[in-house]
């Protein structure tokens, strides 16, 4: 997992489980498809509260008209008592004990909504007309690109939410989206006429055009004296004068290679050592404007392993020995426990799960 960068007050969505974080995301997803190659037993005792779940669906869909208190929301389910949404209490007890004995209790109850989100999603799909809409769209698009109904099944693409064989799936029940966040940047550099989304692509993208004057070594670098171009139709603009269609507003002094003058060799060494340097004040320039806003840098996690270890430990109750055991074996290589439980501390904390510190290991 890459370390980007995340601000850590914008992790989570409060109501959902989306999250605001790519690294993160990256972090969750991997780490609940390892549940599911790892310890299949999560998702199967997941699949068992389909009834309990029609029965709460049934009804809303009876008692609540035009209500928005469905029971795919666990904001709302978690409110479940027996004064108030009481039929949605049976739901609500039945998630706490899946989450209690798969031991995936998380701040903001984030797994709690992971299994809520995937079993309306699992529910959904097992209705009947569900089912007959879904198979007569993949024999249209079977018949389009002239293959048989089980290749498409056998695709990865339609495969577990094929009629009458659904997979619950709990990887694919999170979502990135950082359209809050974009709101937020916009609002620190005190945009109020609507916000931009892919913030860095408005505001600060990569221009390398290097004015004449970048060439003078006694001269303090900043990341603008390589964007000359940027600067100039950002002068243009600020003046009013800017009219795209007039040519001659693209003529502008910047560096330049005069054959005449100079070998491309020479010319060629030079640009290398400017884009060297504009490459580095670029990037400071980026990282300074997010930690100016409280943002700070993810940790890169580079060891795979410790996921299916945090699954084995924490979602299966395996003692860190008989990890240890295991893929000393596998690996040929010895791994020690201390290892393995720091690895597997540091990757709770990045797929944002309490971690469960055992008496004994």
């Not at 002239?146 to 099944?153: G, I, N, P, T, Y």
């Not at 670098?221 to 940027?230: H, I, V």
Request: glycine share 4%; with cysteine; hydrophobic share 35%.
């Amino acid at each position: 997992m890459k370390g980007n960068y995340f601000h850590p007050h914008r992790i989570t969505d409060g109501d959902s489980s989306l999250l605001m974080d790519s690294n993160k995301y990256a972090a969750v997803v991997y780490f609940l498809e390892q549940i599911e190659k790892l310890a299949p037993e999560a998702v199967s005792d997941l699949v068992l509260l389909h009834d309990t779940y029609s029965e709460a669906d049934h009804w809303f869909r009876n008692n609540r008209i035009g209500s928005q208190e469905w029971p795919s929301e666990w904001s709302i389910v978690s409110q479940a008592e027996t004064n108030h949404y009481s039929t949605y209490l049976k739901l609500k007890r039945s998630i706490e004990v899946w989450i209690n004995k798969f031991k995936l209790k998380s701040k903001d109850d984030f797994y709690h909504k992971v299994a809520l989100t995937a079993l309306s999603f699992y529910y959904d799909d097992c209705k009947e007309s569900n089912r007959i809409k879904r198979l007569a769209e993949y024999k249209v698009l079977a018949k389009r690109h002239k293959v048989s109904l089980e290749v498409l099944r056998n695709s990865e693409r339609f495969s577990k939410e094929w009629p009458y064989n659904e997979l619950l799936s709990l990887s694919r029940s999170v979502f990135f989206e950082d359209e809050s966040d974009d709101i937020e940047l916009n609002k620190s550099i005190g945009r109020t006429d609507g916000y931009r989304d892919n913030f860095f692509e408005y505001e600060y993208p990569f221009i390398f055009t290097p004015s004449s004057f970048s060439f003078l070594d006694e001269e303090e670098g900043s990341a603008g004296t390589f964007e000359w171009m940027s600067t100039f139709y950002s002068i243009l603009n600020k003046k009013g004068n800017y009219d795209s269609n007039d040519k001659s507003h693209l003529t502008y002094f910047g560096t330049a290679w005069d054959p005449r003058k100079e070998s491309w060799e020479n010319f060629e060494s030079k640009i290398d050592v400017l884009f060297k340097q504009y490459k580095e004040l670029y990037r400071e320039r980026s990282e300074a404007f997010l930690a100016e806003r409280g943002y700070v840098k993810e940790r890169t996690k580079r060891n795979l392993e410790h996921f299916k270890w945090l699954v084995h430990y924490q979602v299966q109750g395996w003692s860190l020995r008989k990890i240890s055991d295991h893929y000393s074996e596998i690996t040929g290589e010895v791994i020690s426990e201390d290892t393995i439980f720091h690895g597997i501390k540091k990757t709770a904390d990045l797929v944002l799960l309490e971690f469960i510190q055992k008496r004994t290991r």
